[in-house]
T-cell receptor, first 110, second 107 residues
Framework: EAQVTQNPRYLITVTGKKLTVTCSQN?????MSWYRQDPGLGLRQIYY???????DKGDVPEGYKVSRKEKRNFPLILESPSPNQTSLYFC?????????FGPGTRLTVL | GQNIDQPTEMTATEGAIVQINCTYQ??????LFWYQQHAGEAPTFLSY????GLEEKGRFSAFLSRSKGYSYLLLKELQMKDSASYLC????????FGKGTRLHILP
C-alpha cells in the first residue's frame, strides 16, 4: 500500500530536549517536505527536499533541521524545542503532479 | 510574494453546487493544488492544475486561469461528508498554502 508514515503520532516533551520526528514513504518520490499547521495560520512549509542530499528552507525553517540521506526517509529534527513549536506537523511526499500527506504528529512542548 | 486568498468559511446545502475561489499574486509557479482536509486529519489530494482550464474528477472540478491569478474548486451534488476545509496551494520549489476554506453542509 502506497503511504507516508510518521512517528511518533503524539509527543509531549519539555523545552530544550532534542527530538526527532521520522517520516518515511514507499512511493519512490523525489520530493518530500515538512509542514506545521496552526489555527488561523494554515499549513506552512518548514523544509523541503527535491532529492537525496538536497534540502531547502520553506517559509518557517527557524528552529528545525532536516536530512535526506536516503530517498525514502526525511526526518525532522528539533535540536532545542521551545513552546512556540507546539503544533501539528505533517510530512508529505510527491511526484510531478501530486503530493501525499502522512497522518500527522501532534507535538506539545512544555 | 505569493499571497493566496480564500474565503474563510462557506455554507451550502446538501445536493447543491458550491464554488470555492482561490486568488493569488505570484511571479510564477509550476501548478496549483487543491486538497480536502477533515478536522483532525491529514489533507487529501483532490487535483493539480498546470494548464489553464477545467479539470473534472467525478463530483469535483478544478479551474485555473494563470492570466487572472485565479482558481476555483467546484463541488457538485454536495454530500454531508463534504463538510471539510478546502486548501489551495501553489507549487514552485516551495509549496505555499492558502489558509483554507471551511465548508459547512446543511441538510
Amino acid at each position: 500500500e502506497a503511504q507516508v508514515t510518521q512517528n511518533p503520532r503524539y509527543l509531549i516533551t519539555v523545552t530544550g530536549k532534542k527530538l526527532t520526528v521520522t517520516c518515511s514513504q514507499n512511493m519512490n518520490h523525489e520530493y518530500m517536505s515538512w509542514y506545521r499547521q496552526d489555527p488561523g495560520l494554515g499549513l506552512r512549509q518548514i523544509y523541503y527536499s527535491m532529492n537525496v542530499e538536497v534540502t531547502d528552507k520553506g517559509d518557517v525553517p527557524e528552529g528545525y533541521k532536516v536530512s535526506r540521506k536516503e530517498k525514502r526517509n526525511f526526518p525532522l529534527i528539533l535540536e532545542s524545542p521551545s513552546p512556540n513549536q507546539t503544533s501539528l506537523y505533517f510530512c508529505a511526499s510527491g511526484g510531478r503532479d501530486t503530493q501525499y500527506f502522512g497522518p500527522g504528529t501532534r507535538l506539545t512542548v512544555l | 510574494g505569493q499571497n493566496i486568498d480564500q474565503p474563510t468559511e462557506m455554507t451550502a446545502t446538501e445536493g447543491a453546487i458550491v464554488q470555492i475561489n482561490c486568488t493569488y499574486q505570484t511571479s510564477g509557479f509550476n501548478g496549483l493544488f487543491w486538497y480536502q482536509q477533515h478536522a483532525g486529519e491529514a489533507p487529501t489530494f483532490l487535483s493539480y492544475n498546470v494548464l489553464d482550464g477545467l479539470e473534472e474528477k467525478g463530483r469535483f472540478s478544478a479551474f485555473l486561469s494563470r492570466s487572472k491569478g485565479y482558481s476555483y474548486l467546484l463541488l457538485k451534488e454536495l454530500q454531508m461528508k463534504d463538510s471539510a476545509s478546502y486548501l489551495c496551494a501553489l507549487w514552485r520549489d516551495k509549496i505555499i498554502f492558502g489558509k483554507g476554506t471551511r465548508l459547512h453542509i446543511l441538510p
